[in-house]
């Protein structure tokens, strides 16, 4: 779920942003980098290899999902629809931030992934995950 990023932001992504190397893959989200692991990185690797980048209506594009008019990437709307027909996106992406509220702490998911310290405070509530919780778990 692109570390639980809302859809109008997944669909901007250029492969600027998206480093597909033999040994791992990494996507910049605003200033930070992040490694993702396997398995999680095929889908990755599978667009890299997949993605035509230089088509009539997209000739020399950069979009990790490119669009259908030239020079534009897809339009949040019909990936979201897309993604509808196998689950629900909002659901997975809230389902994320919760799972994410668990590994560490809120002030820095918050500004890895552009959120604010409040929203994902929120999540860490509802996934009944606090700070003090994780760090008595990594101690």
Same mark, same amino acid.
């Given at each position: 779920?692109?570390?639980?990023?809302?859809?109008?932001?997944?669909?901007?992504?250029?492969?600027?942003?998206?480093?597909?190397?033999?040994?791992?893959?990494t996507?910049?989200?605003?200033?930070?980098?992040? =490694?993702?692991?396997?398995? !999680?990185?095929? #889908?990755?690797?599978?667009?890299?290899? +997949?993605?035509?980048?230089? *088509?009539?209506?997209q000739?020399?594009?950069?979009?990790?999902?490119?669009?259908?008019?030239?020079?534009?990437?897809?339009?949040?709307?019909?990936?979201? =629809?897309?993604?509808?027909? !196998?689950?629900? #996106?909002?659901?997975?992406?809230?389902? +994320?931030l919760?799972?994410? *509220?668990?590994?560490?702490?809120?002030?820095?998911?918050?500004?890895?992934?552009?959120?604010?310290?409040?929203?994902?405070?929120?999540?860490?509530?509802?996934?009944?995950?606090t700070?003090?919780?994780?760090?008595?778990?990594?101690?």
């Amino acid at each position: 779920m692109v570390f639980a990023q809302q859809i109008e932001h997944v669909v901007s992504l250029t492969w600027d942003q998206v480093d597909v190397g033999p040994a791992k893959v990494t996507i910049t989200l605003g200033k930070t980098v992040i =490694e993702v692991p396997p398995p !999680l990185d095929d #889908p990755f690797r599978e667009l890299a290899a +997949t993605t035509p980048s230089n *088509t009539a209506a997209q000739p020399n594009s950069n979009w990790v999902f490119p669009g259908f008019g030239p020079g534009r990437h897809i339009n949040a709307a019909s990936l979201r =629809e897309r993604l509808h027909r !196998l689950f629900s #996106p909002r659901a997975a992406r809230l389902e +994320t931030l919760h799972e994410l *509220t668990k590994l560490a702490p809120i002030a820095i998911i918050a500004e890895a992934l552009g959120y604010t310290t409040q929203t994902i405070e929120r999540h860490a509530r509802g996934a009944a995950t606090t700070y003090a919780e994780y760090v008595a778990t990594h101690r």
